[in-house]
């Protein structure tokens, strides 16, 4: 046990209260069961010495100082003192705690850390546009189906073998908007993980390329042409759309940023039905009816989806000089324009619904379009333009009737 002998402290005062305080102490300390000892022979008062590495210092050269527990110990020694008995004041009259057991408490576990990361990495990919994907390409897929002996497990690989490499590509797609948006995204979508900092520049450009990478490497493999010219114009449209170079960065253009969205949700679906026609199937390849109006439909969709995409994001496109049509027209013009728009879809596919020749798909078309076009034309009355939350649950929307949408395609025959 330490004891200080007759130290010449009022109880009011506090020596370590002010950094760089000086403190005269009346006699040495002495040591019991090998704490700290004056052995110095001088007659002089030892003066304490505050520093900001939270140590004092006596002129004979024995130190005390802090240890990570909180509590005095002799740094010659390394032999750690009761805490209780020998309590110092913070500046703040607090005592001293354990460092450790503050890093205990406030450390996350290993849930949380990996759960937050998924967070990110869900937020990167955007996995709604992973669950457009996948209903797409299905839905394609089973265009060329002419009865249930085409569906054999050698037509499911092949289409998983569609599906990798476009979901790879599609988050190269992801990554690099935000990586060339982190700036605009501090402002329209701070949750983003480049703009709230829950993953690094290096990591996500990592994923970018890698998944580039990957995508081709496996189109190359699945030795499609039609599988490989797709990957390309996701490819390129990705990179017309995002990049800040001189004729690209077409984001920022009124109508070049729906025209990419209408090549790579609309256009595209016939690749994929040429692939699985040809490279599965092993048929010649042949357009049909529902393929002709699919084509349509999504177009549409996507043409209206690259619109509304920019509802919640007027505040930062407009800062960042970007000429979308929520920037040049106000959402106040721009949402009913593209309600209609979808509507006029509807009713295209009404019509062709009608005149199918089959009436359980007359039946089903002409009911599920009258529904989705309903529930559309009702949750556009209650947006509040003024909102992000309900400007964003509307854009998602959009998402969730395009994914009805590839259901009913089938039924239009």
């Not at 006596?58 to 805490?83: M, Y």
């Not at 209903?135 to 690989?157: C, E, H, K, M």
Request: aromatic share 10%.
């Amino acid at each position: 046990m330490l004891q200080l002998q007759r130290l010449n402290f009022s109880p009011k005062f506090n020596p370590l209260q002010k950094p760089g305080c000086l403190k005269t102490v009346a006699s040495p300390l002495t040591q019991r069961h090998g704490a700290i000892a004056n052995t110095s022979p001088s007659n002089k008062s030892p003066s304490i010495k505050c520093s900001s590495q939270r140590s004092f210092h006596l002129p004979n050269q024995n130190k005390i100082a802090l240890n990570n527990e909180g509590i005095i110990s002799n740094r010659d020694h390394q032999k750690p003192l009761n805490k209780q008995l020998v309590p110092l004041a913070l500046q703040d009259g607090n005592a001293l705690q354990s460092e450790d057991d503050n890093t205990a408490a406030t450390a996350p576990s290993f849930f949380e850390v990996f759960k937050k990361k998924l967070i990110a990495i869900n937020h990167l990919v955007r996995s709604y546009t992973w669950v457009n994907i996948v209903f797409g390409i299905v839905s394609v897929s089973l265009l060329p189906v002419q009865s249930l002996a085409d569906l054999t497990p050698r037509f499911f690989i092949e289409i998983l073998k569609v599906i990798v490499p476009t979901l790879l590509m599609n988050t190269f797609l992801t990554a690099l908007n935000q990586i060339c948006d982190v700036e605009i995204d501090k402002i329209n979508k701070p949750y983003l993980p480049l703009a709230s900092g829950d993953l690094s520049m290096g990591t996500v450009i990592a994923i970018c390329i890698g998944s580039a990478i990957l995508s081709y490497t496996l189109a190359i493999m699945s030795g499609s042409p039609p599988l490989l010219l797709t990957q390309i114009l996701f490819f390129l449209c990705g990179c017309a759309y995002s990049l800040p170079l001189p004729f690209l960065r077409w984001k920022s253009h009124t109508f070049m940023a729906p025209l990419c969205l209408v090549i790579m949700m609309g256009l595209t679906g016939l690749p994929f039905y040429m692939h699985t026609q040809q490279y599965v199937l092993g048929r010649p390849f042949v357009i049909t009816r529902p393929l002709i109006l699919m084509g349509a439909i999504m177009s549409i969709f996507a043409f209206v989806n690259g619109l509304l995409k920019d509802l919640p994001d007027v505040e930062g496109d407009k800062k960042f000089g970007m000429n979308t049509l929520c920037v040049l027209l106000g959402k106040e013009k721009v949402l009913p324009l593209c309600v209609n728009t979808m509507l006029v879809g509807y009713g295209c596919a009404l019509i062709a619904g009608a005149s199918s020749s089959f009436m359980i798909n007359k039946l089903v078309t002409i009911i599920g379009h009258s529904i989705l076009a309903l529930i559309l034309w009702i949750q556009s009355k209650k947006v509040d333009l003024d909102n992000f939350e309900s400007t964003f649950g509307f854009y998602m929307l959009i998402w969730k009737l395009t994914f009805a949408e590839y259901i009913l395609i089938h039924f239009l025959r």
